[in-house]
């Protein structure tokens, strides 16, 4: 069935990365419609970065716009989830939620297990955030004519990415790809010229939002982490250990953040990838549209486009 009525509600989902602190900007500036309200799904290990990011582009931006930002955090008793992604990850006996990696089952090389952590922590309290807004919480059964817009910050390099909400009630937009591009005949900004556009406005140390212990960090963030923030490197490598130190649920072999199957703390972190000496020469990100599984995810992790997706279809053990 084709909906053909106005969206009900306009949404951002806000991952405080520079996509969507880019749309939240164009928004607030009248280059882009208004949305309704900016949802940013926390959980609860974050960089201080992501946090002190988010305080500000709500104290200077959201609220002189009038734009509110609502902070959700993921909860059910059934699962044994308390909003604390890594408390809850190193809860005895819970279930594997990060995309850790183990040996393969033909042990000659690492392999990721299943991804629950975004679709638990961030897409399904997302989700119950819009619901409420739109007067129908679950288990309220939402009208087929009613829906939200929700906005998702997909850039023009990653175009691919851009995928249906999946629900009737929520209709997913990318504004970042109408927008004209910095080329003639070209429509659709890329990360590139979100940077610029960021940079331009005074923003341009808008972080990467991806949780500390994120095992799709490549070799770079893990430098970035132990160079520039030695607490949260400090919090990941312990982090790392007591995974393989307490029972898990769902894996038989042991889990590692980094893909060499090291401590992280023991893992060739040092290596600097192809990609990596490829930029250092010039900005070429605009001209990759997927990422070196050792160089990592260039913008952190969007609840509705895991920039780790080149991964997430690896078998495990």
């Known amino acids: 069935m084709t909906i053909t009525s106005p969206p009900a509600l306009r949404v951002l989902s806000l991952g405080a990365g ?12 009248g ?8 949802i940013f799904a926390d959980t609860g290990w974050e960089p201080r970065s992501v946090y002190e990011h988010l305080d500000r582009l709500e104290r200077e931006v959201a609220r002189p716009a009038n734009i509110p930002i609502v902070r959700v955090q993921a909860t059910s008793n059934a699962q044994r989830i308390t909003g604390d992604l890594r408390n809850d990850s190193l809860t005895p006996g819970a279930f594997v939620r990060l995309p850790v990696f183990v040996r393969n089952r033909h042990g000659s090389g690492a392999a990721m297990v299943r991804r629950q952590c975004t679709e638990e922590y961030k897409v399904a309290p997302i989700k119950a955030a819009i619901r409420e807004r739109l007067g129908y919480p679950h288990p309220r059964r939402v009208p087929a004519d009613v829906y939200a817009e929700q906005w998702v910050g997909i850039s023009r390099d990653e175009f691919h990415r851009a995928k249906d909400a999946r629900v009737r009630y929520l209709r997913n937009a990318f504004p970042l790809l109408d927008l004209p591009g910095s080329a003639d005949n070209v429509t659709g900004w890329t990360r590139g010229d ?9 923003w341009g140390s808008t972080p990467k939002s991806a949780c500390i212990g994120c095992p799709f960090h490549g070799n770079r963030q893990w430098r970035e982490l132990r160079d520039d923030h030695p607490e949260e490197w400090a919090d990941a490598v312990e982090f790392d250990r007591a995974l393989r130190a307490m029972p898990l649920r769902g894996i038989k072999e042991k889990p590692y953040l980094h893909r060499s199957l090291l401590p992280l703390d023991q893992a060739p972190i040092d290596k600097v990838t192809r990609r990596e000496w490829s930029s250092r020469q ?8 997927d990422e070196d599984p050792e160089e990592g995810a260039v913008d952190g992790c969007s609840p509705w486009s895991c920039r780790g997706d080149i991964a997430a279809d690896q078998e495990a053990a």
Do not use: E, H, I
Request: proline content about 3%.
């Open 282 to 289: 010039g900005n070429l990100f605009d001209f990759f549209a």
């Open 31 to 38: 280059r882009l419609p208004k949305v309704d309200v900016a």
């Open 18 to 29: 520079v996509q969507s602190t880019t749309l939240l900007m164009l928004a607030a500036a």
């Open 194 to 202: 979100c940077l610029r556009y960021l940079r331009r406005a005074g």
